[in-house]
């Protein structure tokens, strides 16, 4: 947050920006339109935070100690890298989903230096959408978004593997798959996947072991073709 800073709002066009700038520092601007400007010959025309408080303020209202300051420059569209997804946007969900989803875009080579992802759908903003459009990060309402960007969700981390757990084993490639309980696993033996003992010293073992398949529910299958859940009873 910067206190005692305001903005000059040149045009509308502007005005949104500086409230979307605002907004991602974690100011309340949902009151403001930004639609005061200099373009218009309006009075109240600086917008910023001044003594804790969000508004839009006349020049001669300004304390001596605000700064007035200009909108950070965007940096212009450049080659990325070549894993960059352009024209791809992902809705933030909520503030510690936006941190994740600037540091996703900054692993993927994008200067999001200005973004702090504190525009979310939990708290009823509308610049929710973070991402590349044309070439250039920022953050976006669902209208302000062309046809042909894609909204995409994060990858899923990987959840951290942790032992006993059921896993997928066999002892030749040939061999079915079987379901069973993995213990532990001894790097650099033979059979490292050590499901049981018959006692102290001997230990029941498998040479190949893959976690188990994800299952699928009915109710995933039938929103994945946008078909309601139906259950059939057998009446016999």
């Known amino acids: 947050m910067i206190d005692n800073t305001v903005i ?31 373009e218009e010959g309006d009075t109240y025309i600086y917008y ?22 200009t909108l950070p420059t965007i940096p212009e569209a450049k080659t990325f890298p070549i894993e960059m997804i352009d024209n791809t946007v992902v809705k933030n969900l909520n503030k510690e989903h936006g941190k994740v989803i600037i540091k996703f875009f900054e692993d993927k080579g994008i200067d999001a230096e200005w973004w702090r992802g504190m525009n979310s ?27 042909y960007v894609k909204i995409i969700t994060l990858p899923e981390e990987e959840e ?43 230990y029941i073992s498998f040479k190949y072991a893959k976690e188990l398949p994800k299952t699928v529910t009915m109710k995933e299958v039938c929103e994945c073709f946008g078909r309601d859940v139906i259950v059939e009873i057998d009446e016999d």
């Open 160 to 202: 951290e593997k942790t032992f006993p757990r059921y896993m997928m084993v066999r002892d030749d490639e040939n061999d079915k798959w079987q379901k069973k309980k993995v213990y532990f696993v001894v790097n650099g033996s033979y059979y490292p996947y050590v499901v049981s003992s018959v006692h102290e010293f001997c």
């Open 8 to 38: 000059k709002n040149l045009n509308k066009e502007h005005g949104k920006a500086i409230l979307r700038f605002f907004e991602d520092k974690g100011i309340d601007t949902k009151r403001w339109d930004g639609i005061d400007t200099e």
């Open 48 to 69: 910023g935070v001044i003594n804790g408080s969000f508004n839009n303020f006349t020049k001669e209202e300004l304390p001596d100690y605000v700064k007035i300051i």
């Open 121 to 147: 759908e939990e708290d009823g903003d509308k610049y929710i959408y973070y991402g590349v459009v044309d070439g250039e990060f920022n953050n976006f309402t669902k209208e302000e978004l062309p046809d």
